[in-house]
């Protein structure tokens, strides 16, 4: 029955280090700016009015 509680834990450790490296092991500088805070540019010409 030990055993069985033991690996259970063992599993769930395991999971939760996934998950943390996953979260904190990203980029250098951090999170992406939102889109609408960098201003949009575009190459196609404006449509004629």
Aim: aromatic share 8%; proline share 10%; hydrophobic share 55%.
């Amino acid at each position: 029955m030990w055993l069985l509680v033991l690996e259970a834990v063992g599993a769930l450790a395991l999971l939760a280090l996934i998950v943390w490296w996953t979260m904190f092991s990203g980029r250098k500088g951090g999170e992406l700016k939102p889109a609408a805070e960098t201003p949009a540019t575009s190459d196609a010409p404006e449509p004629p009015r």
